[in-house]
């Protein structure tokens, strides 16, 4: 067989094919004329068949069209919308579908009236979905802004009474606010869950606002109170109106889903499943008819195709072997190079087909894959390197931490400002964007907790501009004035990153919280002022927490003015209490079953719940907490706190 050397494989297959096809016909002229007498009863069933897969389409375009209907009633979004006015497009195109097909009146009839019901759904569909967006415009149009600015009055009635020194007010806008936060809360439940007991307690909650309204309106002096109060009571009152009227368009929403939606769906599904089960009977009938007669002409059909079966094989062993033989021949070659032995010798590189313009093409190949493991070896010997300079970066970083922990104060120096203490600073990566801070100031000593912006490596650099920022402030302030020294740091830090002005892509900075603890004329009493920056106070004691929040502005970020004013807070009574700084790390973890943050409220609930134990098992219980609460979560940023008591 020498001589098919010389032939292209191309005639090779033409002459092949050739071969097979007119064998092909001659089997496909006899089937054919045996298959005439079974034309008319495969026409009937191929008939009943098409129709029975075009109802069973509608079926499952019907049912996927229930399907994005319940997803919407779920997890109602646009994305379900759309799904269901298409599946319901194509499900009333597949009607005129199978209504065309249908070959009797009767049948048509159940068809036609289909698409009348599935038109009827999709009205009440879209009956549901306009009053769900009725219902989320007034949830975030209305609820949402109306809470939020009752909530944010509450707190400025309560700090401005505080700070009046008007202790029975401040209590009672605290109440308040704590009332309307319930009612929110139950709000919210019953938005998600639908869940008429969290009505009912949200309304119930109302009561209680009312009363503690009226009694605010009677204890608050300052006429901009009175006026703001005025405004509070408004707010709670718009706010039950609107939650009225999302109540019952809620109420006529499940009413349309449960009494429409719900009792068209299944009679549709009914209709078609009966129409199915119709013409699947109709096909049992006609089936073995048609496949008795199929029987008779497929035995004359095999017989002839057999006969063609042999010649071809045949046929196609003699040209498949001739161009199979030096194929395998080859890839054996291939394998043998691919193992990496690059002396094989390539074969059939004299034959003129393809055959032998594929072995000088795989020659190329060996001569590539000699120059390739000379450029492999090159590519180990620069990995070897990467790997070595990588070692030296992870070193080097390393390194950077305990530079890093150098400036952070000693234990002892903690030991001489504050009775007790403990301070809880944990990196995410080696290096942290957080630190604390501590002096002696005069007479006094001030602590700082700071949050620099990022993390890792960036965040530590931060740390070590704002540190120098601070030690640079204090040497020229008069002792005590933590406001004039955290403007001052805002100044030196915008300067040490030319932030100064409204030039430049950089805009990075710090919060921080101070505490300066200083003497007072007083005996056995110390002066204790507090000065945040986007930093928040918790005041812990058997009771309750208190959260004293900071300015809300930042250091050193272009945004905020060189003469940016940090309010200072005096706390006078620091007996019996324990005090706390965080940074937004702990505040921030996500976790939990619903992956959320750990929040200021949780912390605070903590902290009543170890205020008694000494400071070093707090800071073992914080750490456990979060730990816990993260779970399987990433940590998200360094955390750091601090908790103190005084003398």
Known sequence: MAFLNRIKIPTKIFAGFGIVIGLLLVAAGVGSWSLAGANDDYDEYRALARQTVAVGRVQANMLMTRIHAKDFVIKPNEESISQVKARAEETIRMIDHALKLAIDDKRREIIDALEDDLKSYVAEFQRVTDLQAKRNRLVFENLKVIGANAESALTEITEQAYQKENLQAAYR?????????????????????????????????????????????????????????????????????????????????????????????????RKVEKLKLSLKSKQEIVGPL???????????????????????????????????????????????????????????TDHRDEIGAMAKAVQVFKENKIRADALAEEERRIQRELADAYGLITQSID???NIQRAILPPVARL????????????????????????????????????????????????????AGALERAILNLPEGNVGALIQRTHQLVQVALNQQTDEGEAD??????????????????????????????????????????????????????????????????????????????????????????????RLSALLLEIIDAPFDEQRERIKSAIEVYQGENVRQDDVAIAGFRLG
């Open 173 to 269: 806008a605290g109440r308040m606010l704590g009332s309307v936060m319930r009612a929110r809360v139950h709000a919210a439940h019953f938005l998600i869950q639908n869940d008429e007991a969290s009505y009912k307690t949200a309304s119930d909650e109302f009561a209680t606002i009312d009363k503690h309204s009226t009694q605010l309106t009677r204890e608050l002096k300052a006429p901009q109170l009175h006026r703001l109060a005025g405004e509070v009571t408004k707010d709670v009152e718009r706010y039950r109106q609107v939650l009225v009227r999302v109540h019952k368009i809620t109420h006529e929403r499940n009413e349309a889903i449960h009494e429409r939606l719900n009792r068209i769906g299944p009679v549709v599904a």
């Open 399 to 401: 390194y950077s931490s």
């Open 290 to 348: 048609a496949e008795a007669e199929i029987d008779a002409a497929t035995e004359v059909t095999i017989g002839v195709s057999l006969l063609a079966f042999f010649l071809g094989i045949s046929s196609a062993w003699v040209i498949g072997n001739g161009i199979a033989r030096p194929v395998v021949s080859m890839t054996d070659a291939m394998s043998t190079l691919a193992d990496g032995d690059t002396e094989i010798t390539i074969p059939a």
């Open 508 to 601: 990075d900075g710090l919060e921080l919280g101070a505490v300066y603890v200083g003497p007072t004329d007083k005996p056995g009493q110390s002066r204790f002022i507090f000065t945040g920056a986007r930093f928040d106070l918790f005041i812990a004691d058997k009771d309750d927490v208190e959260i004293i929040k900071g300015t809300k502005a930042g250091l050193g970020y272009r945004r905020f003015p060189a003469d940016q004013e940090y309010a200072e807070v005096e706390i006078e009574n620091t007996s019996g209490k324990s005090f706390y700084l965080t940074t937004d790390g702990l505040i921030d973890q996500l976790g939990g079953e619903k992956r959320r943050a750990f929040g200021k409220r």
């Open 415 to 466: 030991e001489q400002m504050f009775e007790d203490h403990f301070v809880h600073w944990e990196p995410r990566d080696v290096v942290s964007g957080d630190f604390y801070w501590a002096r002696d100031w005069g007479d006094g000593k001030l602590f700082v907790l700071a949050d620099c912006t990022g993390h890792g490596v960036p965040g530590a650099f931060m740390t070590l501009v704002a």
